[in-house]
């Protein structure tokens, strides 16, 4: 174990006692989390009972043609089909250690830093990391560990809801037709280097518009389709978007796009999906993340040109499943010469996925995420 001991420069005689904290951006997601099926982000919390696993439950609509008539409905009921999506808790903390002579030296107050720090990364690691990173799983692997094989299987399973191009020309599901190994009729990587080594990136005008509203497209078409979210009282429905700031950037080139803002802000205003400096368009809020990864798709693209994930999001793409609230923990160690600030919490955060074929998890599909890639133009 490591004591925290003061910096040098911080041992002389006594300052202003403030401190500054370095900048993390505040949870993109809070507001898109829910305890309902019209949460992109749906919370199930069990902190009574004691479960490795919390279950979240999928019933899918009837899709029978009914009876008319006279004709006798005993008999010719039609079954429902549900599938279940199961998450893992387990217990996630960090705490720091100050010992009682740092504490005099130091020209802040080491303790209370150390509880804003650890508040820091609960939100930061704790909460929002683990959400993005969810975001580009591939059926409960990170995407960067995930083996070729795994890909290959999750894009067949999901290229109803997964769209390739950098430009308006670029079909959104001309997919690779070479087997790779594993048996996959689709290859993930190979797709993302033929739909985007031609391509520049939406460097014309519409073309970042063309590309969101086809995804938005894709979505609806999806079987099952993404669920768009409904805001109460707006007789509306939206996906949310969440991007990359560059692709933000590009986005906010497009003059099909920016012509189209003018009212926005005036008439979203009741919107609880809408935040400031978010885009709308076609029935898409797009949001952007600042530690949206774009690591594991950067060396795609044609001539250094790096490439960025869009996921458009409806209704529980995301499962929290929750079985103790953070807390924070104080001990008192050495005598009392030392004291040790911890936070922890006991949960999971997936994205949520049910099974497409005849069984429960057969065919895994992305039950609320729409993903696409393109190919991106803005610079640091």
């Not at 004709?71 to 387990?90: C, I, K, P, Q």
């Not at 890909?151 to 809801?161: E, F, G, H, S, V």
Request: charged share 20%.
């Amino acid at each position: 174990m490591t004591n925290t001991t003061a910096a040098t420069g911080l041992k002389v005689q006594k300052w202003d006692e403030d401190f500054f904290m370095e900048y993390i951006q505040e949870n993109p997601f809070k507001r898109y989390m829910g305890t309902d099926e019209n949460s992109i982000i749906q919370m199930k919390e069990d902190t009574v009972k004691r479960y490795q696993k919390i279950t979240f439950a999928l019933v899918n609509k009837l899709d029978g043609a009914g009876v008319t008539g006279s004709t006798t409905l005993e008999g010719s009921e039609e079954a429902m089909d549900t599938r279940s999506f199961s998450v893992t808790v387990d217990k996630l903390r960090n705490a720091v250690r100050v010992a009682d002579i740092e504490q005099q030296y130091s020209a802040v107050d080491l303790r209370n830093a150390a509880k804003a720090t650890l508040k820091d990364w609960a939100m930061e690691y704790g909460s929002m990391n683990r959400i993005i990173t969810a975001l580009s799983d591939i059926n409960g692997v990170a995407y960067g560990t995930a083996t070729a094989s795994q890909q290959d299987a999750w894009l067949d399973d999901n290229t109803d809801r997964v769209m390739f191009g950098g430009t308006a020309a670029a079909a959104p599901v001309a997919l690779s037709t070479t087997a790779p190994a594993g048996g996959a009729t689709y290859d993930l990587s190979g797709t993302l280097v033929a739909q985007t080594v031609a391509n520049s990136g939406w460097d014309s005008a519409g073309d970042a518009a063309t590309f969101l509203s086809r995804l938005r497209r894709k979505a609806l078409a999806a079987t099952p389709k993404i669920k768009p979210i409904r805001v109460a009282g707006m007789n509306r429905r939206y996906y949310v978007v969440f991007v990359h700031p560059r692709t933000m950037a590009d986005i906010k080139a497009d003059t099909v796009i920016t012509n189209a803002q003018s009212n926005v802000s005036l008439s979203e205003e009741n919107n609880r999906l809408f935040q400031g400096g978010d885009i709308l368009w076609d029935g898409l809020i797009v949001h952007e993340v600042d530690n949206l990864n774009i690591t594991p798709w950067a060396t795609l693209g044609a001539a250094g040109i790096p490439l960025a994930p869009v996921y458009l999001c409806g209704a529980q793409a995301i499962g929290h499943g929750l079985a103790k609230r953070w807390r924070s923990v104080t001990e008192k160690f050495d005598y009392e010469d030392k004291v040790g600030v911890a936070i922890e919490t006991i949960d999971a955060i997936e994205k949520m996925v049910f099974g497409g074929g005849s069984a429960d998890t057969d065919d895994l599909q992305d039950h609320g995420v729409a993903t696409g890639y393109h190919a991106l133009i803005a610079t640091l």
